[in-house]
């Protein structure tokens, strides 16, 4: 598939100089560790981190500033918090992972096509962005959490 596609020349320079292979390896693998920093991300969030916000309280619990989920929970006003930011941390990152993983495929696969080839680095840049816009509304949910709701 990638072979298909003339990965001869870089766009804007005569014909016939040919794509150095050393920048298109280095693109392939800053898109590899992207991928797998993106998913170790994800996977430490969802089964180490997330598990920790959702421990319950034990019974006669006084204080829930160590139960951070209660806490949202157990006031109307930060309620929404969880149902939608808390939700949106949790699930929104797989769908980053995947953007990143796609990239990464399509950068080791096609590695000179890839930088020669206009629209499909136009695709990369288009996944590698929205995966980032992802990345960065969940970090910006935290912080709106943080700051609507402060857990000490």
């Known amino acids: ?62 204080s829930l500033e160590a139960y951070q989920r209660a806490l949202l929970m157990a006031d109307p006003d930060t309620r929404w918090l969880h149902r939608f930011a808390i939700e949106v941390k949790e699930h929104v990152p797989w769908g980053a992972s995947f953007l990143t993983t796609a990239v990464a495929f399509v950068a080791s696969r096609c590695r000179t096509t890839l930088l020669a080839d206009r629209s499909l680095r136009t695709m990369a840049m288009v996944l590698t962005t929205g995966a980032l816009v992802l990345v960065s509304f969940v970090a910006l949910m935290g912080v709106f959490v943080n700051k609507v709701a402060p857990l000490e």
């Open 1 to 62: 598939m990638c072979s298909s596609v003339s990965a001869t020349a870089w766009p804007g320079t005569h014909d016939g100089v040919p794509v150095p292979a050393r920048p298109a390896r280095w693109l392939a693998w800053l898109a590899i560790g992207t991928a797998v920093l993106v998913w170790l991300s994800t996977i430490t969030g969802t089964y180490v981190v997330f598990p920790l916000y959702r421990i319950p309280p034990p019974e006669g619990v006084a």
